[in-house]
């Protein structure tokens, strides 16, 4: 039985794509006889990423990373992020029979909306981390057409799925708001750029889910708008099912998991036409995409729940795991 180690500095309880993409695909892959392990911060001692205090990096040593690898002794090892693990478990796999990555996060854009470092520096060592490896794997095509301009190459595609017996729209609605109500789910931090939804005159309601370092910020600035915090399981999908239009405001996601379930849920996704909701939504006529994000929500309640949801239900996680195997095989250079 082949075995497969996926290293992610982002594991539990950590809430965010990575982790849930992580998690389904892990779950899938049982069905296809592939001993799988998971080399996270949940086996060290951490510390909180500064600005992030619900990310907690490991705490280790090259070593330690290195003879966890060796125990295991895996066919494939697939890194899922360029964080500590990440980097040294790059090292260990380049000592053995090499890796596979997968580009979950805008990473140059989320740093340099933080530190006044260049795009440019961010995305050289980007390059330096995914290109060494034997592939890396991309969410969507419009993804793999811009990395492959700036210079990264063996890019594959491995998409995402989404749980449509967990989000449908058929729950009943948890608050008693005022409609058409606008939903937002996602982290509260300033590259999400949640801003432009918050700060949008729209009619009826906003409900926005999620937690993080601005929460508190938004809040205070927004009284108007209902702010749950963060929410998981049915409790989150019945959340979705409230909406009339979600909302999706960020410029930097690489596929955005939360436009699946919304769309699962039954609700039209209003977004900009940027990596990620173009491709999950493209000429479907469950959602629209426009520069004017405004434009774009108002014209998405003209739009048919029926149609969201029948978009939705061409993304499977065992369609994603299969494709990831695939990937992973022909990066190798092997057949499955």
Do not use: Q
């Given at each position: 039985m082949p075995k497969l180690l996926i290293v992610t500095d982002a594991w539990r309880p950590q809430i965010n794509g990575v982790v849930r993409s992580i998690e389904n695909l892990v779950r899938e892959l049982e069905q296809f006889d592939i001993e799988i392990d998971i080399l996270s911060p949940a086996e060290f001692a951490t510390a909180p990423l500064p600005g992030y205090p619900e990310i907690r990096l490991a705490l280790t040593t090259p070593g330690r990373v290195s003879r966890r690898i060796a125990e295991f002794d895996p066919d494939f090892i697939q890194i899922a992020t360029e964080g500590p693990l990440g980097l040294m478990a790059r090292r260990a796999a380049l000592k053995r029979n090499g890796f596979t990555s997968s580009y979950h996060t805008r990473f140059p854009e989320y740093v340099s909306t933080r530190y006044p470092i260049p795009e440019s520096w961010l995305y050289a060592f980007m390059r330096w981390f995914h290109n060494a490896g034997h592939g890396c794997m991309v969410a969507t095509p419009s993804l793999r057409e811009e990395l492959q301009a700036k210079g990264f190459t063996n890019l594959h595609i491995w998409s995402r799925g989404v749980d449509t017996d967990l989000f449908h729209p058929g729950y009943p609605a948890p608050l008693d708001l005022p409609g058409p109500v606008f939903v937002h789910v996602g982290r509260m931090a300033v590259e999400k750029n949640v801003e432009a939804f918050l700060a949008m005159d729209l009619p009826g309601s906003k409900l926005v889910v999620g937690d993080g370092p601005m929460l508190e910020d938004f809040r205070m600035r927004y009284p108007g708008v209902t702010f749950t915090g963060a929410k998981s399981g049915a409790e989150l999908a019945a959340l979705y099912a409230m909406?009339?239009?979600?909302?999706?405001?960020?410029?930097?996601?690489?596929?955005?998991?939360?436009?699946?379930?919304?769309?699962?849920?039954?609700?039209?996704?209003?977004?900009?036409?940027?990596?990620?909701?173009?491709?999950?939504?493209?000429?479907?006529?469950?959602?629209?995409?426009?520069?004017?994000?405004?434009?774009?929500?108002i014209a998405c309640l003209d739009l048919s729940s029926d149609n969201a949801r029948a978009r939705a239900l061409k993304f499977s996680w065992r369609a994603c795991a299969r494709q990831f195997l695939d990937a992973t095989y022909e990066s190798y250079g092997l057949t499955r």
């Open positions: 909406g009339d239009v979600f909302v999706f405001p960020s410029l930097t996601d690489t596929f955005g998991l939360v436009v699946l379930e919304a769309l699962a849920s039954g609700v039209p996704v209003a977004a900009y036409p940027v990596t990620g909701p173009k491709d999950i939504i493209g000429d479907s006529g469950a959602g629209v995409v426009d520069t004017d994000l405004r434009r774009a929500a």
